[in-house]
Protein backbone atom coordinates (compact mmCIF):
# COMPACT_ATOMS: atom_id res chain seq x y z
CA UNK A 1 0.00 0.00 0.00
CA UNK A 2 1.12 3.08 -0.83
CA UNK A 3 0.27 7.00 -0.17
CA UNK A 4 1.32 9.81 -1.63
CA UNK A 5 0.16 13.27 -0.22
CA UNK A 6 0.57 16.75 -1.86
CA UNK A 7 -0.80 20.28 -1.67
CA UNK A 8 1.37 21.50 1.45
CA UNK A 9 2.78 25.30 1.22
CA UNK A 10 3.42 28.50 2.91
CA UNK A 11 0.00 30.58 2.66
CA UNK A 12 -1.02 33.68 4.62
CA UNK A 13 -3.52 33.80 7.82
CA UNK A 14 -7.15 33.38 5.94
CA UNK A 15 -6.19 31.70 3.13
CA UNK A 16 -6.51 28.23 1.76
CA UNK A 17 -5.19 24.95 0.79
CA UNK A 18 -5.98 21.55 -0.40
CA UNK A 19 -4.61 18.51 0.18
CA UNK A 20 -4.69 14.97 -1.74
CA UNK A 21 -3.77 11.88 -0.87
CA UNK A 22 -3.30 8.99 -3.75
CA UNK A 23 -3.50 5.60 -2.91
CA UNK A 24 -2.42 2.75 -4.40
CA UNK A 25 -2.05 -1.00 -3.83
CA UNK A 26 -5.42 -1.79 -1.79
CA UNK A 27 -8.61 -2.49 -2.12
CA UNK A 28 -9.58 -2.17 1.22
CA UNK A 29 -13.67 -1.99 1.05
CA UNK A 30 -14.17 -0.72 4.56
CA UNK A 31 -12.35 1.01 7.12
CA UNK A 32 -11.29 4.96 6.54
CA UNK A 33 -8.72 7.23 5.55
CA UNK A 34 -7.64 10.10 7.86
CA UNK A 35 -5.66 13.07 7.98
CA UNK A 36 -3.28 13.68 10.89
CA UNK A 37 -0.93 16.69 11.78
CA UNK A 38 1.09 17.35 13.50
CA UNK A 39 3.31 19.82 14.47
CA UNK A 40 6.91 20.61 16.25
CA UNK A 41 7.30 19.24 19.59
CA UNK A 42 3.67 18.34 19.85
CA UNK A 43 1.75 14.49 19.40
CA UNK A 44 0.55 13.83 16.33
CA UNK A 45 -3.08 14.97 16.52
CA UNK A 46 -6.64 13.78 14.48
CA UNK A 47 -7.76 16.00 11.76
CA UNK A 48 -10.19 14.36 9.78
CA UNK A 49 -11.60 11.18 8.27
CA UNK A 50 -13.90 9.37 5.42
CA UNK A 51 -15.14 6.46 5.71
CA UNK A 52 -14.37 3.66 2.74
CA UNK A 53 -17.72 2.24 2.62
CA UNK A 54 -21.02 5.29 2.66
CA UNK A 55 -18.37 8.47 2.96
CA UNK A 56 -19.41 9.34 6.31
CA UNK A 57 -16.76 11.83 7.23
CA UNK A 58 -15.57 12.80 11.08
CA UNK A 59 -13.85 16.19 11.54
CA UNK A 60 -11.69 17.15 14.89
CA UNK A 61 -13.65 20.00 16.64
CA UNK A 62 -10.88 22.67 16.06
CA UNK A 63 -11.19 22.01 12.16
CA UNK A 64 -15.40 21.54 12.05
CA UNK A 65 -16.76 24.15 9.63
CA UNK A 66 -13.47 25.42 7.81
CA UNK A 67 -11.86 21.63 6.55
CA UNK A 68 -13.56 19.53 4.08
CA UNK A 69 -12.90 16.37 3.14
CA UNK A 70 -13.87 14.61 -0.12
CA UNK A 71 -12.90 11.58 -2.46
CA UNK A 72 -12.70 10.86 -6.10
CA UNK A 73 -12.87 7.00 -6.00
CA UNK A 74 -12.34 6.45 -9.63
CA UNK A 75 -8.73 8.15 -8.70
CA UNK A 76 -8.28 6.33 -5.63
CA UNK A 77 -7.73 9.89 -4.12
CA UNK A 78 -9.07 11.92 -1.26
CA UNK A 79 -9.06 15.63 -0.40
CA UNK A 80 -8.71 17.64 2.21
CA UNK A 81 -9.91 21.47 1.35
CA UNK A 82 -8.86 23.75 3.83
CA UNK A 83 -10.06 26.93 4.66
CA UNK A 84 -9.41 29.68 7.08
CA UNK A 85 -6.16 28.64 7.97
CA UNK A 86 -4.38 30.20 11.36
CA UNK A 87 -1.50 29.89 12.80
CA UNK A 88 -2.20 27.16 14.74
CA UNK A 89 -3.10 25.16 11.67
CA UNK A 90 0.51 24.80 10.50
CA UNK A 91 2.04 21.50 10.76
CA UNK A 92 2.88 18.42 8.88
CA UNK A 93 -0.51 16.56 7.43
CA UNK A 94 -0.20 13.10 6.62
CA UNK A 95 -2.75 10.99 5.37
CA UNK A 96 -3.57 7.17 6.64
CA UNK A 97 -5.43 4.28 5.71
CA UNK A 98 -7.31 2.44 9.18
CA UNK A 99 -8.52 -1.06 7.15
CA UNK A 100 -11.33 -1.53 10.30
CA UNK A 101 -11.98 1.63 11.45
CA UNK A 102 -15.13 2.37 13.30
CA UNK A 103 -16.76 5.76 14.78
CA UNK A 104 -15.15 5.48 17.97
CA UNK A 105 -11.86 4.55 16.82
CA UNK A 106 -11.25 6.84 14.03
CA UNK A 107 -9.19 9.20 15.84
CA UNK A 108 -6.46 6.60 17.06
CA UNK A 109 -2.75 7.22 14.83
CA UNK A 110 -2.16 3.22 16.40
CA UNK A 111 -4.57 2.13 14.33
CA UNK A 112 -4.08 3.39 11.10
CA UNK A 113 -1.43 0.80 9.12
CA UNK A 114 -0.36 2.91 6.32
CA UNK A 115 0.97 6.45 6.21
CA UNK A 116 2.09 8.81 3.43
CA UNK A 117 5.09 10.64 3.52
CA UNK A 118 3.65 14.18 5.07
CA UNK A 119 3.19 17.60 3.90
CA UNK A 120 4.51 20.71 5.10
CA UNK A 121 1.83 23.24 5.69
CA UNK A 122 2.68 26.58 7.19
CA UNK A 123 0.16 29.41 7.45
CA UNK A 124 1.80 33.07 8.14
CA UNK A 125 0.00 35.49 10.51
Known amino acids: VQLQASGGGLVQAGGSLRLSCASS????????VGWFRQAPGKEREFVAA????????YYADSVKGRFAMSRDSAKNTVYLQMNSLNAEDTAVYYC???????????????????WGQGTQVTVSS
Open 96 to 114: AVCPSCIWSSLTTPALYSY
Open 50 to 57: IFRSGGSK
Open 25 to 32: GHSFSNGA
